[in-house]
């Protein structure tokens, strides 16, 4: 940029001009006579700078609004994973479960499965995504993900499918039941044989497969069936834990006493209500 001075301005005031924003002077403009005159000019030239360069703040402010409703409009919310409350009191499974089990085995186990999990994914892309979509695609996550969004979904299934008055199996899921496994009876027995062999901790399950057919099937720690890393894939809607912790104040090591007494206790109204939930989204 080559700076000019105007010879007409004697005194220097607002002299000084770039050529990139001087405006020629139209050749018909009669001389300047006085002071006024010249700053009158001086005035109504940068009027029109100032002009350009207001409407060009102005466009570009207006980009930078458009394109932030833009962005906004493209923001992701994240998914709530909230740590429900335990659907019933710490006693109210008595006849299969102590009260002492169940406060420990949600209050601290469960809730250090939650806590962790929303430590393991704070910050990431897995905030965003539902916990199916993430046991969909567990095997891309590190291992803390897999075991405690494992264990926060695994309990959050375990507490509902219990109830101190559950009822029995009965309409759509009994023949459901007849027809996959002979009878109720043969179910219960397949049943606690995956649970009672399930080397060291993990779960038992009744799930429905992509054919809409039940099976029983086991996983080792906090491993379900909906992760993309087991054998046996499908939607779980029977869970039973048989980590120690689940059952070592009361029955030490008979695991099989454990796993007879929790029949007492299946909540069959809320299976059937996941059997039929099941069914319609074709699973
Ligand atoms: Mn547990």
């Known amino acids: 940029m080559e700076s000019t001075i ?3 301005d004697k005194k220097g005031t607002c002299s000084l ?3 990139l924003f001087s405006v020629t002077t139209p050749p018909k403009t009669p001389p300047l006579t006085n002071q006024f005159q010249q700053n009158a000019l001086w005035v109504v030239m940068n009027t029109n700078q100032l002009s350009k360069i207001m409407q060009k703040t102005f466009i570009i402010l207006l980009t930078l609004l458009l394109s932030g409703i833009g962005l906004k409009s493209q923001d992701r919310s994240k998914t709530v994973f909230t740590f429900d409350p335990l659907p019933y009191a ?14 420990i085995h949600y ?4 809730r250090a499965y939650y806590d962790n999990f929303m430590k393991a994914i704070a910050g990431t892309d897995l905030e965003y995504m539902s916990l199916g979509d993430i046991m969909a695609h567990i095997s891309n996550y590190p291992a803390a993900v897999r075991n405690n969004a494992g264990g926060y979904f695994n309990h959050s299934l375990f507490w509902t499918v219990m109830s101190p008055d559950g009822g029995q199996p009965e309409g759509a899921l009994l023949q459901a039941l007849n027809e996959s496994f002979g009878s109720l009876e043969a179910f219960k027995k397949q049943f606690e044989q995956a649970a009672a062999t399930r080397f060291g901790s993990g779960w038992a ?3 429905m497969d992509v054919g809409g057919k039940l099976f029983i099937s086991s996983t080792p720690n906090q491993d379900n069936p909906l992760m993309d890393v087991v054998n046996e894939k499908g939607t779980p809607i029977l869970a039973l834990d048989v980590w120690e912790h689940a059952y070592y104040l009361r029955y030490q090591n008979k ?3 454990y796993i007879s ?3 007492d206790v ?12 099941a069914m319609k989204h074709g699973q």
């Open 255 to 257: 695991r099989a006493s």
């Open 205 to 207: 399950w009744l799930s």
């Open 6 to 8: 105007d010879q007409r």
């Open 261 to 263: 007494a929790f029949w």
């Open 266 to 277: 299946v909540n069959w109204k809320e299976v059937a209500r996941r059997y039929a939930e």
């Open 90 to 103: 710490y006693d109210a499974l008595e006849k299969a479960i102590d009260a002492q089990t169940m406060e």
């Open 17 to 19: 001009r770039t050529n």
């Open 107 to 110: 209050s601290r186990h469960h």
